[in-house]
C-alpha cells in the first residue's frame, strides 16, 4: 500500500526552466494539495482540489498551475522557475467524508532553483 | 482566514523528562479540527495527536498528549517520558471544516533531546 507517493524527490532547476511534479495516490481520497515548506514559515498551501477536474487557488499559488484529470494524480507545474520557488513541495490527500479530516503526506520533493 | 502562531522556534529537553510546545489559533469557525504533526530528518509528515474542537476532553495517544483551551484558543503538545526518537520539528495545525479541509500550519517548533 503506497499511500501518497510524488516524483521526483529531488530536482535542480535553472531559473526560467519548467517543470511538473506529480503526486499519485491510492488511497481513493477526494481531496488533494499542494503545500510548499520553507524555513520558519511551516508548510504553506499552494493549490488544492476538492475533487476530479476541480483546482482551486491556495494562499501562494502566484508562479504555479496545477491539474487534477484523474482523482488519483495530481499534478503541480512551474512555467518558468524563479529562486524564490526553491522550497520543498509536499503533497496532501484527505478524505472528504470522515470524522476526522486528517491529511495524509507524500514524501516530499526538494526543488533548487538557480 | 485562520492563522496558527508557534511562538517557540527551538527547544531542548532532557531524555526521559518533559516538554511542552505551544500552539495558538486564531479563527471565526466553531468547528474544526487541531493536529500536531512530527517532522523527522526524514522529512515525512507524521500525524502525531488529533483533536476535535467540540470534544472537551483533551486527546492522548500513548506518551503525547494535548491541553485544548477552546476559549483562549490554544492547543499545546505534552511529551512525556522524552525520548531520543522524538527529535524532530513539530508542527500544529488547524484543520478547516469548509469544504476543502485543508490545513493552516503554524512555523514549527524544532526539538532537540538531549542523551
Known amino acids: 500500500n503506497a499511500g501518497v507517493t510524488q516524483t521526483p524527490k529531488f530536482r535542480v532547476l535553472k531559473t526560467g526552466q519548467s517543470m511538473t511534479l506529480l503526486c499519485a495516490q491510492d488511497m481513493n481520497h477526494e481531496y488533494m494539495y499542494w503545500y510548499r515548506q520553507d524555513p520558519g514559515m511551516g508548510l504553506r498551501l499552494i493549490h488544492y482540489s476538492v475533487g476530479e477536474g476541480t483546482t482551486a487557488k491556495g494562499e501562494v499559488p502566484d508562479g504555479y498551475n496545477v491539474s487534477r484529470l484523474k482523482k488519483q494524480n495530481f499534478l503541480l507545474g512551474l512555467e518558468s522557475a524563479a529562486p524564490s520557488q526553491t522550497s520543498v513541495y509536499f503533497c496532501a490527500t484527505a478524505a472528504q467524508y470522515r470524522d476526522i479530516r486528517e491529511a495524509f503526506f507524500g514524501q516530499g520533493t526538494r526543488l533548487t532553483v538557480v | 482566514a485562520q492563522t496558527v502562531t508557534q511562538s517557540q522556534p527551538e527547544m531542548s529537553v532532557q531524555e526521559a523528562e518533559t516538554v511542552t510546545l505551544s500552539c495558538t489559533y486564531d479563527t471565526s469557525e466553531n468547528n474544526y479540527y487541531l493536529f500536531w504533526y512530527k517532522q523527522p530528518p526524514s522529512r515525512q509528515m507524521i500525524l502525531v495527536i488529533r483533536q476535535e474542537a467540540y470534544k472537551q476532553q483533551n486527546a492522548t495517544e500513548n506518551r503525547f498528549s494535548v491541553n485544548f483551551q477552546k476559549a483562549a484558543k490554544s492547543f499545546s503538545l505534552k511529551i512525556s517520558d522524552s525520548q531520543l526518537g522524538d527529535t524532530a520539528m513539530y508542527f500544529c495545525?488547524?484543520?478547516?471544516?469548509?469544504?476543502?479541509?485543508?490545513?493552516?500550519f503554524g512555523g514549527g517548533t524544532r526539538l532537540m533531546v538531549k542523551p
Open positions: 495545525a488547524f484543520g478547516s471544516n469548509n469544504a476543502g479541509n485543508m490545513l493552516t
